[in-house]
């Protein structure tokens, strides 16, 4: 059974930083595509970021200059630092992982996390 489990949300005030982290775990070989999505409140859930496995990296505009993902394939951890935090980034950040190759199938399936909150506010 493959599990996504975020941590690194909480309070920021604007102009700081966070860090999230998300470990894959289920007798995993490799992971395609690891990501990070968010929702707000009242609005739908969008892309923040996503990395492939080769290191291909795309970024939603709204975080561009702002925010780097970056993934340890050894460890199937997919990170988020956050930097400049404004209030618009508040929001529930959940971890993706698409195409993952276990010791006894390949799933092309999302898999999400539950989800961290972060609340950026003074």
């Known amino acids: 059974q493959v599990q996504l489990v975020e941590s690194g949300g909480g309070l920021v005030q604007p102009g700081g930083s966070l860090r999230l982290s998300c470990a894959a775990s289920?007798?995993?070989?490799?992971?395609?595509?690891m990501g990070w999505y968010r929702q707000a409140p009242g609005k739908e859930r969008e892309l923040v970021a996503a990395i492939t496995s080769g290191g291909r990296i795309n970024y939603a505009d709204s975080v561009k200059g702002r925010f780097t993902i970056s993934r340890d394939n050894a460890k199937n951890t997919v990170y988020l630092q956050m930097n400049s935090l404004k209030p618009e980034d508040t929001a529930v950040y959940y971890c993706?992982?698409?195409?993952?190759?276990?010791?006894?199938?390949?799933?092309?399936?999302?898999?999400w996390g539950k989800g961290t909150l972060v609340t950026v506010s003074s």
């Open positions: 993706n992982a698409q195409g993952i190759l276990t010791l006894t199938a390949f799933y092309a399936m999302d898999y």
């Open positions: 289920g007798s995993i070989s490799s992971i395609n595509t």
